[in-house]
């Protein structure tokens, strides 16, 4: 009986780890045709970045994370990702 709920419990687990990677992508699909409109129509940028350049600018990356994720939102992976492409972006 209990390797029964054991191995339900695993195919439960891997069934939802599958759900949240297509998530994961259907995300990525969804920020990168945002990004696209974003460029096609002028929207101007967040005005957070500004900010966050100036603190990469002067070598406080760590904490151009840590303002990304409390002023967006962001998970510390995406702060860092989001820190890391307006490195890319401006150099």
Known sequence: ????LISMSIL???SLLIKVERLEGR?????YT???LANQSEIPEKPIND??????????E?????K??????????EGKK??????????
Do not use: C, H, N
């Open 51 to 60: 900010e966050l350049r100036k603190l990469i600018k002067d070598g406080k």
């Open 27 to 31: 995300m990525k699909y969804m920020q």
């Open 12 to 14: 439960i687990v891997i």
């Open 68 to 77: 990304a994720r409390e002023t967006l939102g962001l998970t510390l992976l």
């Open 82 to 91: 989001y820190i890391d492409r307006l490195k890319f972006y401006d150099s």
């Open 62 to 66: 760590v904490k151009a994370v840590k």
């Open 1 to 4: 009986m209990e390797y029964i």
């Open 34 to 36: 945002l990004d696209q």
